[in-house]
């Protein structure tokens, strides 16, 4: 089986840190948006994480759209494991290359959620090449409802944000719609066309504000008012939306992002890194790349973070997501875990408060055990308080 032998021998050159020799695999869209240093630093942080190897699981392979395979390999180390996931052609070139959690029980809803009391269809956001699938949820409870759109983090996540067995976006879709709440959840752009990402002026706007927009209009159909929640980079993004659609109603913004990204990033692999290696070095370079007045369109994806084109760096300089949320005339729900390293209460909320601080329609909150995810310590769900108090502070009367 070739696509078998492909993956092992990824994993294998990963362990002897022999990061070039897998960018060579690489088929050219993957290698026009990964570098070897982006594999470094992914493959470092997670044997910080997980320790040193101790065994390789055998490969599982699948069918994939495009006439690709997607190849499963398990990988456990001294202190926990990892699932190395890769899409392979036919010639043994890769498509394809994700670091994930190791796979685990299937997600089962949350206590708070109660399914007799809304019912979901499938919906299509968008039109033409570029159409996205999503989910709208509708109370059973009749009357005038209010709606939220959900915009997951910054990567190429589906409309349940899933991350491992986890679903974020799932739990509070299912959560809020319990309560009343109409949502509309949809995978990203970047997840159901990879390869938009590494298009010539591919921006966070692409990635976000049409489909958003389009959910907004959708949900205006079934409620009075539509609000938008995002998380992390959707948190980021959620004012931009709310900017280039006037009748949003109000945001509510989870462990959005706020401190320069590129920095952010660094502390971030810093945190997970026992040592400061070869890893965050490269990721240092592509920052002050990505900061320095040399970017320009021409720049190479694979020399900056991420693997992200520099129009998406150079879009994200001009954008201050504080100052277009103060400039908005629309109340705020800001919502921070108190245990997350990703987007903290010193570096990120503290810029939201001194932005804001001048407004009474902005309320701000922080949940000392959760994590980035809103989840507690060894909990796989969104925290029950904080779907509580988003779905309070939804259905409020002015």
Same mark, same amino acid.
């Given at each position: 089986?070739?696509?078998?032998?492909?993956?092992?021998?990824?994993?294998?050159?990963?362990?002897?840190?022999?990061?070039?020799?897998?960018?060579?695999?690489?088929?050219?869209?993957?290698?026009?948006? !990964?570098?070897?240093?982006?594999?470094?630093?992914?493959?470092?942080?997670?044997?910080?994480?997980?320790?040193?190897?101790?065994?390789?699981?055998?490969?599982?392979?699948?069918?994939?759209?495009?006439?690709?395979?997607?190849?499963?390999?398990?990988?456990?180390?001294?202190?926990?494991?990892?699932?190395?996931?890769?899409?392979?052609?036919?010639?043994?070139?890769?498509?394809?290359?994700?670091?994930?959690?190791?796979?685990?029980?299937?997600?089962?809803?949350?206590?708070?959620?109660?399914?007799?009391?809304?019912?979901?269809?499938?919906?299509?956001?968008?039109?033409?090449?570029?159409?996205?699938?999503?989910?709208?949820?509708?109370?059973?409870?009749?009357?005038?409802?209010?709606?939220?759109?959900?915009?997951?983090?910054?990567?190429?996540?589906?409309?349940?944000?899933?991350?491992?067995?986890?679903?974020?976006?799932?739990?509070?879709?299912?959560?809020?719609?319990?309560?009343?709440?109409?949502?509309?959840?949809?995978?990203?752009?970047?997840?159901?066309?990879?390869?938009?990402?590494?298009?010539?002026?591919?921006?966070?706007?692409?990635?976000?504000?049409?489909?958003?927009?389009?959910?907004?209009?959708?949900?205006?159909?079934?409620?009075?008012?539509?609000?938008?929640?995002?998380?992390?980079?959707?948190?980021?993004?959620?004012?931009?939306?709310?900017?280039?659609?006037?009748?949003?109603?109000?945001?509510?913004?989870?462990?959005?992002?706020?401190?320069?990204?590129?920095?952010?990033?660094?502390?971030?692999?810093?945190?997970?890194?026992?040592?400061?290696?070869?890893?965050?070095?490269?990721?240092?370079?592509?920052?002050?790349?990505?900061?320095?007045?040399?970017?320009?369109?021409?720049?190479?994806?694979?020399?900056?973070?991420?693997?992200?084109?520099?129009?998406?760096?150079?879009?994200?300089?001009?954008?201050?997501?504080?100052?277009?949320?103060?400039?908005?005339?629309?109340?705020?729900?800001?919502?921070?875990?108190?245990?997350?390293?990703? !987007?903290?209460?010193?570096?990120?909320?503290?810029?939201?408060?001194?932005?804001?601080?001048?407004?009474?329609?902005?309320?701000?909150?922080?949940?000392?055990?959760?994590?980035?995810?809103?989840?507690?310590?060894?909990?796989?769900?969104?925290?029950?308080? !904080?779907?509580?108090?988003?779905?309070?502070?939804?259905?409020?009367?002015?």
């Amino acid at each position: 089986m070739r696509e078998g032998t492909v993956a092992l021998t990824v994993v294998d050159l990963a362990r002897q840190g022999r990061f070039a020799e897998i960018e060579a695999l690489f088929a050219p869209p993957l290698r026009a948006v !990964v570098s070897a240093d982006t594999v470094r630093l992914g493959w470092e942080s997670e044997s910080a994480r997980i320790g040193a190897v101790t065994t390789v699981g055998d490969p599982v392979p699948e069918p994939a759209a495009g006439g690709l395979v997607r190849v499963v390999v398990a990988v456990t180390g001294e202190r926990g494991g990892l699932t190395v996931a890769m899409s392979v052609d036919e010639t043994g070139r890769l498509h394809g290359l994700r670091l994930a959690p190791p796979a685990g029980p299937a997600w089962a809803p949350p206590r708070y959620a109660k399914p007799r009391r809304f019912t979901e269809q499938e919906v299509t956001l968008g039109e033409g090449a570029h159409a996205v699938p999503g989910t709208l949820t509708l109370p059973r409870r009749r009357g005038s409802r209010t709606g939220v759109v959900l915009l997951a983090g910054g990567g190429p996540f589906d409309r349940d944000g899933t991350a491992g067995p986890a679903k974020p976006l799932k739990d509070l879709a299912w959560g809020l719609a319990g309560r009343g709440v109409a949502v509309v959840r949809f995978d990203k752009l970047t997840q159901v066309y990879a390869r938009t990402a590494s298009e010539p002026g591919f921006t966070m706007v692409d990635e976000y504000v049409p489909h958003a927009v389009a959910a907004i209009r959708l949900l205006q159909e079934h409620c009075a008012s539509v609000f938008v929640l995002g998380h992390s980079a959707g948190g980021r993004v959620a004012p931009r939306v709310a900017a280039a659609e006037p009748s949003v109603a109000g945001l509510v913004i989870l462990a959005g992002d706020a401190a320069p990204l590129g920095q952010a990033a660094i502390r971030v692999a810093r945190h997970l890194a026992t040592e400061h290696g070869d890893g965050v070095a490269a990721l240092t370079r592509q920052v002050a790349l990505a900061d320095s007045p040399d970017l320009s369109p021409s720049t190479a994806a694979a020399e900056l973070p991420f693997g992200w084109p520099a129009s998406y760096w150079l879009d994200l300089r001009g954008y201050d997501q504080v100052g277009t949320a103060a400039a908005l005339d629309k109340p705020m729900l800001i919502l921070q875990g108190g245990r997350d390293y990703q !987007v903290t209460v010193e570096d990120d909320l503290a810029r939201w408060q001194a932005g804001l601080a001048h407004r009474p329609d902005v309320t701000f909150r922080v949940y000392d055990a959760d994590d980035h995810f809103f989840f507690r310590e060894r909990e796989q769900h969104v925290d029950p308080a !904080v779907v509580a108090d988003i779905a309070a502070w939804l259905t409020r009367k002015p």
